[in-house]
C-alpha cells in the first residue's frame, strides 16, 4: 500500500506516505487538499501546486457545503458529491456526517435512483469494478490489483432492478456506491475497506441499448445456466481473495435474489440487503410502533403490499419477533395477508414461490368474506375483512394505499400502523400528509423514501423515514469487527431490537419511531455490538482472541474524517 499508520512518540497517530506530489493529491484516500501544511507541502514536493493559504477541514467544509447549496437540482448536488468523494473522501465524509440528514437524500435515495438512471451521462471517473460476463474468465486478475488489499465490504449489484425504477443495467453502479459510502458514514468502516461492483450481465432495457453513450455491455441479459455459473464464479474469487469479506447483494431481480442467497449463505459471510436488511429496519420500526400503540405485537393483522422477496423477507423476520411474543410459526403466519399482482396469496394460486408458501392463506379462512370478484381478492377487500391494524407497502405502486382504504382501515384499528416503504418517492404507495389526513392524525407512520415534515397535534413532526441505513451498516460493522463467517436470522433479530431500543416512541408513544440520523453513528455501534456478541457466542467469529470490552474494540475501529499528520516514507 502507499501509506502505513503509525505512531508517534506519543502515541499519536499518523501516516507514513510513499507518494508526492500531483500523485499524492490525486489520490482521493490520501488527498487534504489545501489542508496540507506547510512542512508536509516542504517534505511531498507540493509547493506551487496548491494556494498558499493553509485550510482548516473546518474552512474546507464550510467551502464545500456553500458550493453543495449552491446546486439548484439534486441531481447536481449529487454529481457534487461524487465529485467531491473522488477527488478528497476525507473532506466528502467529513461534509457528509456533519450535514447527515441534507446529504443522505442524495447520497443515496432518492437522488441515487436519477444517479443510475443517468450514469452514462454523468460518468467521469472510475470507481469500484465492474466485471462484465465477457470478462468472467478474468475475475482473479480483475480482484488481484494491490489497491484491494484492505478490502473487507463489498457490495455487489446486478443492476437489473434498482430500487422501483427496474433494469438500469451497468448504472446500477450507482447502488453500491452509494451503499458503501454510508457504511462509513454511518458506521466509520473505512473508506478503504470498501469495494463496490457492478457484474455487468447484459440488460434487456432497450432504450439503454439504444443510448449511443451507454457504458455497459450492449447484450441482453445473460439467463440460466450461464448466469448461475458466472455468480459462482465471481463468489469463488471473492472467497479466494478476501476470506474474511463481508459480500453484500444489492437490487437483484426476484427470481435471482433468493436463490443467491441460499446457495452462498453459508459458504461465507453474504446476506441480501433487499429481503434481511429491509426487514430487521422494518421489523427494529414496527416494535417500536406496536408499543406505541399500546398493543401486543402477537395481536396484530398484518397486510403485506407486495409479495417478492422484500415483503416476504419483513413478514419471515415478522413471525420470528411474534414467535417470542408466544404464538407458534403457524399461528402467526395466519395473521398474515400477503397480495401480489395476482391478489391475496391463497391456496390454489399457481405460481406460489417457495418463499411465499408460509404465508398463503387457507380457503377456509375467506369464505365468509364479501369479495366484489371472487376471483381475485384485492387489496381493499382483504382491508375490509381482515380489518388489518398494520398495512406494509413494498410493491412500487404509487397511491395503492387510496383514502377508501385507509379510511376502512382506521375504522377497526385506533392506531393505524402504515409502512408505505417503496422507493423512490415517486413509487410511494402513499403520501404522510394524506394518511394524516384520512386517519384524524392517529395513523403511525413509516416511509421508504424522505418527506418533508408533516403537521402533528399542530406541530411539525418528522416522517420517520425507514431506511435501511438505520441497520446495514452497523451490521456490517459487527460482522467486520469480529471477522465473522456467516450471518444469520438471529443476527437481523438483534439488530432489529437493537433499532428499537434506540427509538424515542420508547419513552413517549407520540414521538418518532426511529432516532433522528444525527445519531446515526451511535446507533450503528449500539447494533455492532450486538449483532457482534451474536457471532461470538454462535461460535461464527474468526478472531482468535474475543476483546475484553467488545465496544470500545469495535469503537475504536470506526473511522472518524479528520486528517491524520503526514511523514515521508524513508526508502
Not at 46 to 70: C, M, N, W
Given at each position: 500500500?502507499?501509506?502505513?499508520?503509525?505512531?508517534d512518540?506519543?502515541?499519536?497517530?499518523?501516516?507514513?506516505?510513499?507518494?508526492?506530489?500531483?500523485?499524492?493529491?490525486?489520490?482521493p484516500?490520501?488527498?487534504?487538499?489545501?489542508?496540507?501544511?506547510?512542512?508536509?507541502?516542504?517534505?511531498?514536493?507540493l509547493?506551487?501546486?496548491?494556494?498558499?493559504?493553509?485550510?482548516?477541514?473546518?474552512?474546507?467544509?464550510?467551502?464545500?457545503?456553500?458550493?453543495?447549496?449552491?446546486?439548484?437540482?439534486?441531481?447536481?448536488?449529487?454529481?457534487?458529491?461524487?465529485?467531491?468523494?473522488?477527488?478528497?473522501?476525507?473532506?466528502?465524509?467529513?461534509?457528509?456526517c456533519?450535514?447527515?440528514?441534507?446529504?443522505?437524500?442524495?447520497?443515496?435515495?432518492?437522488?441515487?435512483?436519477?444517479?443510475?438512471q443517468?450514469?452514462?451521462?454523468?460518468?467521469?471517473?472510475?470507481?469500484?469494478?465492474?466485471i462484465?460476463?465477457?470478462?468472467?474468465?478474468?475475475?482473479?486478475?480483475?480482484?488481484?490489483?494491490h489497491?484491494?488489499?484492505?478490502?473487507?465490504?463489498?457490495?455487489?449489484?446486478?443492476?437489473?432492478?434498482?430500487?422501483?425504477?427496474?433494469?438500469?443495467?451497468?448504472?446500477?453502479?450507482?447502488?453500491?456506491?452509494?451503499?458503501l459510502?454510508?457504511?462509513?458514514?454511518?458506521?466509520?468502516?473505512?473508506?478503504s475497506?470498501?469495494?463496490?461492483?457492478?457484474l455487468?450481465?447484459?440488460?434487456?432495457?432497450?432504450?439503454?441499448?439504444?443510448?449511443?453513450?451507454?457504458?455497459?455491455?450492449?447484450?441482453?441479459?445473460?439467463?440460466?445456466?450461464?448466469?448461475?455459473?458466472f455468480?459462482?464464479?465471481?463468489?469463488?474469487?471473492?472467497?479466494?481473495?478476501?476470506?474474511?469479506?463481508?459480500?453484500?447483494?444489492e437490487?437483484?431481480?426476484?427470481?435471482?435474489?433468493?436463490?443467491?442467497?441460499a446457495?452462498?449463505?453459508?459458504?461465507?459471510?453474504?446476506?441480501?440487503?433487499?429481503?434481511?436488511?429491509?426487514?430487521?429496519?422494518?421489523?427494529?420500526?414496527?416494535?417500536?410502533a406496536?408499543?406505541?400503540?399500546?398493543?401486543?405485537?402477537?395481536?396484530?393483522?398484518?397486510?403485506?403490499v407486495?409479495?417478492?422477496?422484500?415483503?416476504?423477507?419483513?413478514?419471515?423476520?415478522?413471525?420470528?419477533?411474534?414467535?417470542?411474543?408466544?404464538?407458534?410459526?403457524?399461528?402467526?403466519?395466519?395473521?398474515?395477508?400477503?397480495?401480489?399482482?395476482?391478489?391475496?396469496?391463497?391456496?390454489?394460486?399457481?405460481?406460489?414461490?417457495s418463499?411465499?408458501?408460509?404465508?398463503?392463506?387457507?380457503?377456509?379462512?375467506?369464505?365468509?368474506?364479501?369479495?366484489?370478484?371472487?376471483?381475485?381478492?384485492?387489496?381493499?377487500?382483504?382491508?375490509?375483512?381482515?380489518?388489518?391494524?398494520?398495512?406494509?407497502?413494498?410493491?412500487?405502486?404509487?397511491?395503492?394505499?387510496?383514502?377508501?382504504?385507509?379510511?376502512?382501515?382506521?375504522?377497526h384499528?385506533?392506531?393505524?400502523?402504515?409502512?408505505?416503504?417503496?422507493?423512490?418517492?415517486?413509487?410511494?404507495?402513499?403520501?404522510?400528509?394524506?394518511?394524516?389526513?384520512?386517519?384524524?392524525?392517529?395513523?403511525?407512520?413509516?416511509?421508504?423514501?424522505p418527506?418533508?415534515?408533516?403537521?402533528?397535534?399542530k406541530?411539525?413532526?418528522?416522517?420517520?423515514?425507514?431506511?435501511?441505513?438505520?441497520?446495514?451498516?452497523?451490521?456490517?460493522?459487527?460482522?467486520?469487527?469480529?471477522?465473522?463467517?456467516?450471518?444469520?436470522?438471529?443476527?437481523?433479530?438483534a439488530?432489529?431490537?437493537?433499532?428499537?431500543?434506540?427509538?424515542?416512541?420508547?419513552?413517549?408513544?407520540?414521538?418518532?419511531?426511529?432516532?433522528?440520523?444525527?445519531?446515526?453513528?451511535?446507533?450503528?455501534?449500539?447494533?455492532?455490538?450486538?449483532?457482534?456478541?451474536?457471532?461470538?457466542?454462535?461460535?461464527?467469529?474468526?478472531?482468535?482472541?474475543?476483546?475484553?470490552?467488545?465496544?470500545?474494540?469495535?469503537?475504536?475501529?470506526?473511522?472518524?474524517?479528520?486528517?491524520?499528520?503526514?511523514?515521508?516514507?524513508?526508502?
Amino acid at each position: 500500500m502507499n501509506y502505513k499508520i503509525c505512531l508517534d512518540d506519543h502515541h499519536l497517530p499518523y501516516l507514513e506516505i510513499a507518494l508526492s506530489d500531483y500523485v499524492l493529491i490525486s489520490n482521493p484516500l490520501l488527498n487534504k487538499g489545501m489542508a496540507f501544511s506547510d512542512q508536509e507541502r516542504h517534505d511531498f514536493n507540493l509547493f506551487g501546486l496548491l494556494p498558499p493559504h493553509v485550510s482548516t477541514i473546518d474552512e474546507q467544509r464550510a467551502r464545500s457545503y456553500e458550493a453543495f447549496k449552491s446546486k439548484k437540482t439534486d441531481i447536481e448536488k449529487y454529481l457534487y458529491l461524487r465529485e467531491l468523494q473522488d477527488s478528497n473522501e476525507t473532506l466528502f465524509y467529513n461534509l457528509v456526517c456533519h450535514y447527515i440528514a441534507e446529504t443522505m437524500p442524495i447520497v443515496y435515495t432518492p437522488t441515487v435512483g436519477l444517479g443510475c438512471q443517468q450514469l452514462s451521462h454523468i460518468y467521469r471517473r472510475p470507481r469500484g469494478v465492474y466485471i462484465a460476463y465477457p470478462y468472467r474468465e478474468h475475475i482473479d486478475r480483475i480482484l488481484a490489483h494491490h489497491r484491494f488489499d484492505n478490502v473487507k465490504t463489498i457490495v455487489v449489484s446486478d443492476g437489473e432492478r434498482i430500487l422501483g425504477l427496474g433494469d438500469q443495467g451497468a448504472g446500477g453502479m450507482g447502488i453500491p456506491i452509494g451503499k458503501l459510502a454510508l457504511y462509513t458514514a454511518c458506521a466509520g468502516i473505512h473508506p478503504s475497506a470498501t469495494l463496490p461492483i457492478l457484474l455487468d450481465t447484459g440488460t434487456d432495457n432497450t432504450d439503454l441499448v439504444k443510448d449511443p453513450l451507454y457504458i455497459g455491455w450492449r447484450h441482453p441479459r445473460v439467463r440460466g445456466k450461464s448466469y448461475d455459473h458466472f455468480i459462482d464464479l465471481f463468489v469463488t474469487a471473492v472467497k479466494k481473495r478476501f476470506p474474511h469479506v463481508l459480500l453484500q447483494w444489492e437490487d437483484f431481480a426476484q427470481q435471482n435474489a433468493n436463490p443467491i442467497l441460499a446457495r452462498y449463505h453459508d459458504q461465507l459471510c453474504t446476506f441480501n440487503d433487499d429481503i434481511q436488511g429491509t426487514a430487521a429496519v422494518t421489523v427494529g420500526a414496527l416494535l417500536s410502533a406496536v408499543q406505541a400503540s399500546k398493543s401486543r405485537l402477537r395481536d396484530q393483522r398484518i397486510v403485506v403490499v407486495g409479495a417478492g422477496s422484500a415483503g416476504c423477507g419483513i413478514s419471515s423476520l415478522l413471525v420470528k419477533a411474534i414467535m417470542e411474543d408466544g404464538l407458534s410459526a403457524a399461528e402467526a403466519c395466519k395473521n398474515f395477508f400477503l397480495i401480489d399482482r395476482n391478489g391475496l396469496l391463497i391456496e390454489g394460486m399457481s405460481n406460489i414461490l417457495s418463499f411465499q408458501k408460509s404465508f398463503v392463506q387457507s380457503r377456509a379462512a375467506t369464505t365468509t368474506w364479501k369479495l366484489n370478484n371472487a376471483n381475485k381478492i384485492l387489496l381493499e377487500d382483504v382491508v375490509h375483512n381482515a380489518k388489518p391494524t398494520i398495512l406494509i407497502g413494498v410493491c412500487g405502486q404509487p397511491h395503492i394505499f387510496t383514502q377508501d382504504i385507509i379510511v376502512e382501515m382506521a375504522k377497526h384499528t385506533t392506531r393505524p400502523i402504515i409502512f408505505p416503504l417503496s422507493n423512490p418517492s415517486s413509487r410511494c404507495e402513499a403520501i404522510p400528509t394524506d394518511l394524516m389526513h384520512w386517519t384524524n392524525e392517529q395513523a403511525i407512520i413509516g416511509t421508504g423514501s424522505p418527506f418533508g415534515e408533516i403537521v402533528k397535534n399542530k406541530h411539525p413532526f418528522r416522517v420517520d423515514q425507514v431506511n435501511n441505513s438505520y441497520i446495514f451498516p452497523g451490521l456490517g460493522l459487527g460482522l467486520v469487527a469480529v471477522q465473522a463467517k456467516r450471518v444469520t436470522d438471529e443476527m437481523f433479530m438483534a439488530a432489529a431490537k437493537a433499532l428499537a431500543n434506540n427509538s424515542p416512541a420508547k419513552v413517549d408513544p407520540d414521538a418518532n419511531l426511529l432516532p433522528p440520523l444525527t445519531s446515526i453513528r451511535d446507533v450503528s455501534l449500539d447494533i455492532a455490538v450486538a449483532v457482534a456478541e451474536i457471532a461470538l457466542a454462535s461460535g461464527l467469529s474468526d478472531l482468535e482472541t474475543p476483546p475484553v470490552s467488545l465496544r470500545q474494540y469495535i469503537k475504536k475501529m470506526m473511522f472518524v474524517p479528520e486528517y491524520l499528520p503526514y511523514k515521508k516514507r524513508q526508502k
